[in-house]
Structure formats: structure tokens, C-alpha cells
């Protein structure tokens, strides 16, 4: 009965390869969202989207690349990856797009690239 | 520009009181959470405000005056289990939520 989960939990991988994260909430949320935080424990937001729907990209390398198949699934794909992108990726939904709605962080995935 | 300032690190003792204060400037505001993250966690909700004023949730209190960009959480009855970082976050124009850098909070028997 877990709400927002994420997998991988680790990842680990070479410099330029290609690799994929993949999230999946049950909570019948709207709107998801990609986080990503630095080794100095900022948090910071990369996409969101609501009812499949891209409505934040941060400004992100056009080779991270988000995929919503479906309102209950959120996928990162990262392209040619460098490492800078080694960080804790946190996957996140809220019941809809609008003030208060507290959100529901998955369990993060730590990405180290070597 | 965006900014949002909360101290890096506090020391409180258990059962103490402790108030977590956050400053923000940002273009347009929608709102302001507090998020505890415990080390290897994901972050958890604590608290939104909107409007100004004090917010009480149990051992925990969230207060918020948008004239002076400002906000804190307050922790009662300080527990062990309440080590942990305290993110601060605001919701802007667009619905972009920015947050803080966090703050470290260590409890001591």
C-alpha cells in the first residue's frame, strides 16, 4: 500500500550511458513532480506535471527527459550521463494543482555516476 | 530573483522549545510549507500557510506574516525523534514551489 514509489532505490552507472527512473503513485493524484537533490541537501524542482500534461521544466539539460504514460506514472530518462547528475532524484504527486496541496514524496532514488 | 534564507544548523535540547525562523524574497508568493526530512528520507509535510498568522498542529506550529516575508515553525516539547532538517519551501507565481536550503536541527538528551 505504498504511495509514491520509486525505482531503482540505487543506481549506479558509468559516465554516458543512458538510464531510466521510473515512479508510480496510488494515491489517484493529479499532479507529479521530479526533485533533485544535491549532495548539500537542496532541494530543487526539475518537471511537474498534471493530468499528463508537462507544466514546470525547470531549467534542466534537455537530456533528462520526463514521461507520463498515464496520470499514475512519472518516468525520468537521463541521456548521456556526467557526474554532475549524481544526486538523490525524489519523486513527488499532490491531489491537484493548486495552493496547500501538501506532496507526497517517494522514497528517492540515489544515482551515483562514475 | 528567488531566495530563501533559513539558519544552516541548530542545537536544542529534549523537551525544550525550538523555533526554526524563515526568510524569503520572491517575485509574487501563493503560500508557504514546512517539510521534515530525517537523513535518507524522503521529506514529509508538516504544515501550509496561506494566510497570516499561527498555524497549531499538535507539537508543532507554523507562522507566517507576508508584509515581512517571513515565516518559523516552532517545535514544543522537543522528542529525539525530531532530529532532522526542516525545509522550508515557497509556492510562486507559475506554482512553482521553491525551497529552502533547510535547516539541520540536533537534538541532546
Known amino acids: 500500500d505504498t504511495a509514491v514509489s520509486q525505482t531503482p532505490k540505487y543506481l549506479v552507472t558509468q559516465m554516458g550511458n543512458d538510464k531510466s527512473i521510473k515512479c508510480e503513485q496510488n494515491?489517484?493524484?493529479?499532479?507529479m513532480y521530479w526533485y533533485k537533490q544535491d549532495s548539500k541537501k537542496f532541494l530543487k524542482i526539475m518537471f511537474s506535471y498534471n493530468n499528463k500534461e508537462l507544466i514546470i521544466n525547470e531549467t534542466v539539460p534537455n537530456r533528462f527527459s520526463p514521461k507520463s504514460p498515464d496520470k499514475a506514472h512519472l518516468n525520468l530518462h537521463i541521456n548521456s550521463l556526467e557526474l554532475g547528475d549524481s544526486a538523490v532524484y525524489f519523486c513527488a504527486s499532490s491531489q491537484d494543482w493548486g495552493e496547500g496541496d501538501e506532496q507526497f514524496f517517494g522514497p528517492g532514488t540515489r544515482l551515483t555516476v562514475l | 530573483g528567488q531566495n530563501i534564507d533559513q539558519p544552516t544548523e541548530m542545537t536544542a535540547t529534549e523537551g525544550a522549545i525550538v523555533q526554526i525562523n524563515c526568510t524569503y524574497q520572491t517575485s509574487g508568493f501563493n503560500g508557504l510549507f514546512w517539510y521534515q526530512q530525517h537523513a535518507g528520507e524522503a521529506p514529509t509535510f508538516l504544515s501550509y500557510?496561506?494566510?497570516?498568522g499561527l498555524e497549531e498542529k499538535g507539537r508543532f506550529s507554523s507562522f507566517l506574516s507576508r508584509s515581512k516575508g517571513y515565516s518559523y515553525l516552532l517545535l514544543k516539547e522537543l522528542q529525539m525523534k525530531d532530529s532532522a532538517s526542516y525545509l522550508c519551501a515557497v509556492r510562486a507565481p507559475g506554482d512553482k514551489i521553491i525551497f529552502g536550503k533547510g535547516t539541520r536541527l540536533h537534538i541532546l538528551p
Open positions: 494515491l489517484g493524484h493529479d499532479t
Open positions: 500557510n496561506v494566510l497570516d
